[in-house]
């Protein structure tokens, strides 16, 4: 496994969050919007299929929030916590540009 210091980072924050929230905190949380500066930042989509693959070429057909390691739900939730956007969740069939299923 390579590590990064991007990965670090991510790993760091992901600790942090995890502590600082709990599950019965997100079940509340708003959902991210397409249209959020930080989503748009990032290339969130809420269905990963409408991805610009020419935009994001490292987009790859079956990656998407639930499968990706910065998702704080279950496989089977159809919106879940993430750590790189706080309280505000992210749809499971979504996909931004942090993908990571380190």
Same mark, same amino acid.
């Given at each position: 496994?390579?590590?990064?210091?991007?990965?670090?980072?991510?790993?760091?924050?992901?600790?942090?969050?995890?502590?600082?929230?709990?599950?019965?905190?997100?079940?509340?949380?708003?959902?991210?919007?397409?249209?959020?500066?930080?989503?748009?930042?990032?290339?969130?989509?809420?269905?990963?299929?409408?991805?610009?693959?020419?935009?994001?070429?490292?987009?790859?057909? !079956?990656?998407?929030?639930?499968?990706?390691?910065?998702?704080?739900?279950?496989?089977?939730?159809?919106? !879940?916590?993430?750590?790189?956007?706080?309280?505000?969740?992210?749809?499971?069939?979504?996909?931004?540009?942090?993908?990571?299923?380190?």
């Amino acid at each position: 496994m390579k590590n990064s210091r991007r990965g670090f980072l991510l790993f760091s924050l992901g600790i942090g969050s995890s502590l600082a929230l709990s599950r019965i905190a997100l079940a509340d949380a708003a959902k991210l919007s397409e249209a959020d500066p930080k989503a748009q930042a990032v290339g969130y989509k809420e269905v990963a299929a409408t991805v610009d693959k020419s935009k994001y070429p490292a987009y790859v057909a !079956g990656q998407n929030c639930s499968n990706c390691s910065l998702f704080q739900g279950k496989g089977s939730d159809a919106w !879940g916590g993430c750590l790189l956007f706080g309280n505000e969740q992210v749809a499971a069939t979504g996909w931004c540009s942090s993908y990571s299923n380190m």
